[in-house]
């Protein structure tokens, strides 16, 4: 494991680690995108993630950025 994957881990797992819920319709899912060290590394990487799933045909896609603590599932 990389050292900044174990740091991620760490930080995730004290609550610290900044998220985004991304919400979605057609279809109907929730997903949560992270863990980041940083909340600008997370909105840097939010952009790409996005683009893609507008692109795989998700409608209607709105994002909350979040600093807590997330477990499986991450695709809800």
Do not use: C, Q
Not at 33 to 49: A, D
């Amino acid at each position: 494991m990389s050292p900044i994957r174990a740091i991620r881990r760490f930080v995730n797992k004290l609550g610290l680690a900044w998220w985004a819920k991304v919400e979605t319709s057609e279809p109907d899912v929730i997903y949560w995108f992270g863990p980041f060290l940083t909340r600008r590394r997370l909105k840097n990487n939010l952009n790409p993630f996005i683009k893609d799933l507008s692109d795989e045909g998700a409608r209607s896609v709105h994002h909350s950025i979040v600093r807590e603590k997330r477990r499986e599932p991450l695709t809800i």
